[in-house]
């Protein structure tokens, strides 16, 4: 009886060891504990620049799907196809741009959306799951960083978010990484 309770034990040791591997080669933790990443970038949505619809920001239905917005930051026009080109460069120098006044009112039409940043310390987290703790905001999101591009000794990280909310409404904004 002992000898069965030995080998049943063993084969669960082995099962949670192995599972427990498997995960780890999934998921690598790209942030070390006693690790911050400091960031600084912008944040870019699907999202288009409409006229104010009366009674929408007290909630009256809209036509279409998405989250209106009765104002405009300027930077409507950034799109996520947008991002595949961008450089740690281009980055700081839309940072710096005056928006443009494209209109009064916006409806963000994807909970999926994207932050790209500078990364502002020299070495850096690889590719994977993690959260990103936006400034003034309490809670963390869970993130993806997607890539990282080194261009001119500058460092470009592209995260994946699919949480909407409170963020939905955030552009140039300052972020930390936080392990997943």
């Known amino acids: 009886m002992a000898a069965l309770l030995f080998l049943g034990a063993c084969a669960y040791l082995g099962v949670f060891l192995y599972e427990g591997l498997a995960a780890?080669?999934?998921?690598?933790?790209?942030?070390?504990?006693?690790?911050?990443?400091?960031?600084?970038?912008?944040?870019?949505?699907?999202?288009r620049v409409i006229a104010p619809i009366p009674g929408a920001a007290e909630g009256k239905k809209l036509p279409g799907s998405g989250v209106y917005f009765s104002a405009c930051d300027g930077l409507e026009s950034l799109r996520p196809e947008d991002l595949e080109e961008l450089t740690p460069q281009a980055l700081a120098a839309l940072e710096e741009r005056e928006p443009e006044s494209?209109?009064?009112?916006?409806?963000?039409?994807?909970?999926?959306?994207?932050?790209?940043?500078?990364?502002?310390?020299?070495?850096?987290?690889?590719?994977?799951?993690?959260?990103?703790?936006?400034?003034?905001?309490?809670?963390a999101v869970p993130a993806r960083l997607l890539e990282v591009r080194e261009s001119g000794g500058e460092t470009l990280l592209l995260f994946r978010l699919t949480e909407g909310g409170a963020y939905l409404n955030i552009r140039l904004i300052e972020a930390e990484i936080e392990r997943s």
Not at 28 to 35: C, D, G, I, K, R
Not at 115 to 121: D, M, P
């Open 24 to 47: 780890l080669r999934q998921r690598p933790l790209p942030v070390l504990a006693e690790s911050t990443y400091p960031l600084r970038g912008v944040a870019v949505r699907r999202e």
């Open 102 to 139: 494209t209109g009064e009112a916006r409806i963000v039409e994807d909970m999926v959306w994207y932050y790209a940043a500078c990364l502002q310390t020299g070495d850096c987290p690889a590719p994977g799951p993690c959260r990103l703790r936006f400034a003034g905001f309490s809670r």
